[in-house]
């Protein structure tokens, strides 16, 4: 919701999932490093919404994907949108985050 007001593409957990399989994206998670640790998107980073621009990908072309905790948390539409100001053309965020993820029974990684 927060996503397309701030003028941002947003992508379903199902379409994400879906296009991991044929494509290449960065997905970031931008929960607190417990939650991440708990359950995460397989393949995501973890950035704190005030992340170093150094972290992200040198190519300014690449698919980013972030995600937060759930439709109302702004932390992931403000990262992306830092990332589009940084330059980067392909950014997406998938407004369910990792609630709407697990609600749809995909895949998770969990750990350090």
């Given at each position: ?57 040198h190519?300014?072309s ?34 369910a ?16």
């Amino acid at each position: 919701m927060f996503a397309m007001l701030m003028g941002l593409k947003s992508i379903s957990p199902k379409e994400l999932h879906e296009r991991m399989q044929a494509e290449t994206f960065t997905i970031i998670d931008v929960n607190a490093e417990q939650s991440w640790r708990r359950a995460r998107v397989p393949g995501a980073i973890h950035l704190g919404v005030d992340y170093d621009a150094g972290a992200l990908p040198h190519d300014k072309s690449s698919s980013l994907i972030f995600y937060c905790s759930n439709p109302l948390c702004r932390k992931a539409p403000s990262a992306a949108k830092r990332a589009k100001q940084l330059g980067y053309a392909n950014v997406r965020v998938m407004a369910a985050g990792i609630t709407g993820w697990t609600d749809a029974r995909l895949p998770v990684e969990s750990g350090a």
